[in-house]
Structures are given as structure tokens and as C-alpha cells.
């Protein structure tokens, strides 16, 4: 996070705390114990026309709990923040009742302070952080410098070519066309080059029976394209033949960029709790050509 940025988003943020008020507490209202159960019902006691009214249940106080640093001292620092936040909320209701110019200067000659205060913690944070790798945002994720931003992608294509390669072995790629469609013309070229880089198989299925340039005997659709639900062309799946597991990868025109991050994400290792729609489990039997 650039300098300016990080100190506008903090002033921000500690102006915002000052101006705050703290909200009231309310204790629980005490619940009546359910009443008995009508005469009506209570065949028992015969017929009365009028009872006296029970007595209302009066639930005792709770114990107040004592603040986690009850008996300490408070730090001097807290007591500052605390006068400083009660004098600029109240410098602030007075400039908007009654907004004369030197209400009104009162209030931002003591917001310039607060500003002030929090552009140096900002100046200090950012030391902190660049003599603490752990706590530098920059070190961590996507790098925000240019030369570190390449070498980061080009580390993460090669990766991302690797775990392509290695699917490659036991997945194929579906890919569902139709032959009038102007976008699947458009994205045929970019997965004969994918595979041809790559060399994972790309299965052509033409929802229509037609063919298009690179793909011009695919197989017919036997139905998984309803199978899958696929509802627009072009569209790309992850497959694995031996086990039946299948895996959008997208729809639409993409790109090889593309194609290698959403194939590398899909096929990481799932969390336990993965959403059941996330991957398809079918019989994979050959398409009639």
C-alpha cells in the first residue's frame, strides 16, 4: 500500500473512531413464566368465573460484569484518546446546530489535528513493517512492483504449465461447440494451440453435429451436454475418463492465460466441505462420431 493512501485510509478511519458515539448498553428485559393453562381445560378444578390475577414475575437483576481490566489503571494514552474523541464529537454537533465560521474552524482545526496524529502513525507503521517482512503487505500475494510483478507471473505460468502437463496424463479437456457459432470459430485456434503447448487432449462435442475449422469430425452430442447443463457455446470441461469426474473450467471465448488458471485452481485439492455442484460425476462412454 503506497504512503498517501495508507495515511488518508488510516486518518480516516481514527477520525470516523473519534466521531462515534458509544452505544448504550440495555440489560435484558425480564420474560414472565408462562401462565397456567386456561380453566377451560382444567376440568379438575370446576367452573370459576373469576380468579384472582397471578402475581407478576419479577426476574432479580443480574450481576454486572466487571471490565476484564477492572482494578488496573487505565493508560494515560487512553484517557488522551478518550478526551480527544468526547471533545471532537461535541466540537462537531456544535458546528452542525448552529455551523457559524468559527464554530465551524473549531471543528477543523481539531480534525487537521486528529488527521495529523494519524499520518504519523501511518509514517511509523510503515517502518515497522518494512523492517518486519511478516507484517510487510507488499511481501505477501500478488508483488505491487513491476519487476517483481514479472518474475511473479512468469513463476506462475511455468507452475501453472506444469500442473497442466501433468493432468495432461489421465484428463482431457470437452470441448462443446456448435458450428454456426462466430465466438466457438474464434476460440478453436486457442485450444489446438493449448494442446498442441500443453498436451492435454482436447475432445471436440458439437451440440449440433456440425464441425469448424480444427475440429471437423468432433463427436456428436449423446446427451451430456444436458448432462452438464451446458446452455451456451463455447464451453470447456475438465474430465477424467477413469474416474467420471468432470469440471467446468468456463464458457465463452478465453484465453491461454485463462485457461491455465481456472485449470489449475479447479483441479487443486478441494476443501472437505466443496459444494456438490462443483464437480460432476458421470459415465464417461464414448460419443458416437
Known amino acids: 500500500m503506497k504512503g498517501p493512501v495508507m495515511k488518508i485510509v488510516v486518518a480516516m478511519a481514527i477520525t470516523a473512531c473519534m466521531i462515534t458515539a458509544h452505544a448504550q448498553t440495555r440489560m435484558p428485559t425480564a420474560v414472565a413464566p408462562e401462565r397456567s393453562a386456561s380453566y377451560w381445560s382444567d376440568s379438575q378444578r370446576g367452573w370459576h368465573f373469576y380468579e384472582d390475577p397471578e402475581a407478576e414475575f419479577e426476574q432479580p437483576p443480574l450481576p454486572k460484569a466487571e471490565p476484564r481490566n477492572a482494578g488496573l489503571p487505565k493508560p494515560p494514552e487512553m484517557a488522551a484518546f478518550e478526551r480527544l474523541q468526547k471533545t471532537l464529537e461535541e466540537t462537531r454537533n456544535i458546528a452542525i446546530i448552529n455551523p457559524t465560521e468559527t464554530n465551524v474552524r473549531r471543528y477543523m482545526e481539531l480534525e487537521a489535528k486528529v488527521v495529523s496524529q494519524a499520518s504519523l502513525f501511518a509514517d511509523v507503521a510503515q517502518r515497522v513493517a518494512w523492517a518486519t517482512p511478516a507484517l510487510d503487505p507488499t511481501?505477501?500475494?500478488?508483488?505491487?512492483?513491476?519487476?517483481?510483478?514479472?518474475?511473479?507471473?512468469?513463476?506462475?505460468?511455468?507452475?501453472?504449465?506444469?500442473?497442466?502437463?501433468?493432468?495432461?496424463?489421465?484428463?482431457?479437456?470437452?470441448?462443446?461447440?456448435?458450428?454456426?457459432?462466430?465466438?466457438?470459430?474464434?476460440?478453436?485456434?486457442?485450444?489446438?494451440?493449448?494442446?498442441?503447448?500443453?498436451?492435454?487432449?482436447?475432445?471436440?462435442?458439437?451440440?449440433?453435429?456440425?464441425?469448424?475449422?480444427?475440429?471437423?469430425?468432433?463427436?456428436?452430442?449423446?446427451?451430456?451436454?444436458?448432462?452438464?447443463?451446458?446452455?451456451?457455446?463455447?464451453?470447456?470441461?475438465?474430465?477424467?475418463?477413469?474416474?467420471?469426474?468432470?469440471?467446468?473450467?468456463?464458457?465463452?471465448?478465453?484465453?491461454?492465460?485463462?485457461?491455465?488458471?481456472?485449470?489449475?485452481?479447479?483441479?487443486?485439492?478441494?476443501?472437505?466441505?466443496?459444494?456438490?455442484?462443483?464437480?460432476?460425476?458421470?459415465?464417461?462412454?464414448?460419443s458416437s462420431h
Not at 446427451?223 to 451446458?230: D, F, H
Open 139 to 286: 511481501l505477501h500475494g500478488r508483488p505491487v512492483n513491476a519487476k517483481a510483478l514479472q518474475v511473479f507471473e512468469q513463476t506462475q505460468l511455468e507452475s501453472r504449465s506444469h500442473t497442466v502437463a501433468e493432468l495432461a496424463r489421465d484428463h482431457v479437456l470437452f470441448f462443446f461447440f456448435r458450428s454456426d457459432c462466430p465466438y466457438c470459430h474464434a476460440f478453436a485456434p486457442t485450444l489446438t494451440a493449448f494442446q498442441a503447448r500443453h498436451g492435454i487432449t482436447i475432445v471436440p462435442i458439437s451440440v449440433d453435429g456440425g464441425g469448424i475449422p480444427g475440429f471437423a469430425t468432433p463427436r456428436r452430442d449423446n446427451g451430456i451436454a444436458s448432462t452438464l447443463n451446458v446452455t451456451q457455446v463455447p464451453a470447456v470441461f475438465l474430465a477424467q475418463p477413469f474416474t467420471g469426474k468432470i469440471a467446468p473450467i468456463g464458457f465463452g471465448v478465453l484465453s491461454e492465460s485463462q485457461l491455465l488458471e481456472r485449470i489449475s485452481i479447479v483441479s487443486a485439492p478441494q476443501p472437505e466441505a466443496m459444494p456438490p455442484s462443483a464437480t460432476t460425476q458421470i459415465s464417461l462412454h464414448d
